[in-house]
C-alpha cells in the first residue's frame, strides 16, 4: 500500500454532508487527518471520526470566514459543493437569466470566497493545497444545466489562475472532475428532465442512468464517491507535490484530452 504520509495534517472539506464531499471527508480521516467538515445543511452530522460539520453557506463570506476562524491552521481545502438550477437547460432559452444567479453564486463565488479565506492560510505556512470539484459538463458545453456548465468552467479556469498566484508559495491548487456519480445531485438532475417529459416518455431514475452511462461512460459504469477520496488524498500527498494547475478527469473516459 502507497504511503501518503498524511497523518495528522489539517483538512477543511467544504460540502462535507453528503455525496462525494462526505466520501472525501472519511477518506481524510481513514489517513489519519484531522478533518473539519462546511455545509449548509447539517442535518446528517459530521461523518465518523471528523472533527465537526459547520453550518453555513459557501456565498456568503462572512460565513466561510467564520468557519476558517475556528481552525489554528489548516494544509488542505477541498471544495465539494455544487448545484444545478433545477430547471432542464436544453434549449438554454428553457431558463430565464435570473435562473443563473444562485447556481454562480454557489459554485463558482463559493469557491472565490473558500480561495480568499484560506490562500492567507495556507501562503503563511509555505505548503498545501487546494482541490476543486468541477464536472465533465465545464468542459464539453454540457447543454443540461448552462449556469451548472459555465460555473464549472469558470472554475476550471480559476483553478488554473490560483495555480499559478500559489506557486511560488508551494501551495497547489487542482479541479476534480466527476462524470456520472451515484450521488443525490444526479437524482436532482433526473426529476428536473423528467417533468418536461409527457407521462408516456418518462423513464425510472435507473433506466435514466443506464441509458446515459451507456452513451457517455467508455467503461459503461458509475464513478463511485471513494474513487474521488482516493485521488483527493493522492493529490494533497507529497507523491502529488509537482501535480498543479490540472483538471484530472475521474469520469470513465467521457473527457479526453
Ligand atoms: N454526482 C455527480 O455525478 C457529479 C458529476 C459531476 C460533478 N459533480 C460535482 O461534484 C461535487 C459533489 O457532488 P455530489 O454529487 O456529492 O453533490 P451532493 O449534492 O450530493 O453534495 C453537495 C453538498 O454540498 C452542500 N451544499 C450545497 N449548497 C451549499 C452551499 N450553498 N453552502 C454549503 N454547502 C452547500 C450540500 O448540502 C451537500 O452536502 C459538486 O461540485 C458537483 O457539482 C458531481
Not at 495534517?9 to 484531522?34: D, L, N, P
Not at 469558470?154 to 450521488?183: E, H, W
Request: net charge neutral.
Amino acid at each position: 500500500m502507497m504511503d501518503l504520509h498524511l497523518k495528522g495534517q489539517t483538512v477543511a472539506v467544504i460540502g462535507a454532508a453528503r455525496g462525494i464531499g462526505r466520501a472525501i471527508a472519511e477518506g481524510f480521516v481513514a489517513e489519519g487527518c484531522q478533518v473539519h467538515g462546511f455545509d449548509f445543511n447539517v442535518q446528517a452530522g459530521p461523518a465518523e471520526g471528523m472533527r465537526g460539520l459547520h453550518q453555513g453557506d459557501v456565498a456568503s463570506l462572512e460565513q466561510v470566514r467564520a468557519f476558517a476562524d475556528t481552525l489554528a491552521e489548516v494544509d488542505h481545502v477541498i471544495f465539494c459543493v455544487g448545484v444545478g438550477s433545477g430547471k432542464f437547460g436544453f434549449p438554454f432559452w428553457n431558463l430565464e437569466p435570473s435562473d443563473w444567479s444562485r447556481v454562480l453564486e454557489v459554485n463558482l463565488i463559493g469557491a472565490v470566497n473558500v480561495a480568499h479565506t484560506f490562500a492567507p492560510k495556507l501562503i503563511s505556512r509555505g505548503k498545501g493545497s487546494m482541490l476543486f470539484l468541477v464536472s465533465v459538463a465545464g468542459q464539453i458545453g454540457s447543454q443540461t444545466d448552462p449556469p451548472y456548465s459555465a460555473s464549472k468552467a469558470g472554475l476550471i479556469n480559476f483553478t488554473q489562475c490560483a495555480a499559478k498566484d500559489l506557486g511560488p508559495y508551494n501551495v497547489r491548487v487542482n479541479a476534480l472532475s466527476p462524470g456520472m456519480v451515484k450521488t443525490e445531485l444526479n437524482q436532482s438532475i433526473w426529476a428536473a428532465g423528467q417533468a418536461r417529459l409527457p407521462e408516456a416518455q418518462r423513464q425510472s431514475f435507473d433506466d435514466w442512468a443506464a441509458e446515459k452511462i451507456r452513451k457517455v461512460s467508455h467503461l459503461g459504469r458509475w464513478q463511485m464517491p471513494e474513487e474521488y477520496a482516493a485521488m483527493a488524498c493522492f493529490l494533497a500527498s507529497d507523491h502529488a507535490k509537482n501535480i498543479t494547475g490540472q483538471t484530472i478527469n475521474i469520469d470513465g473516459g467521457q473527457v479526453m484530452r
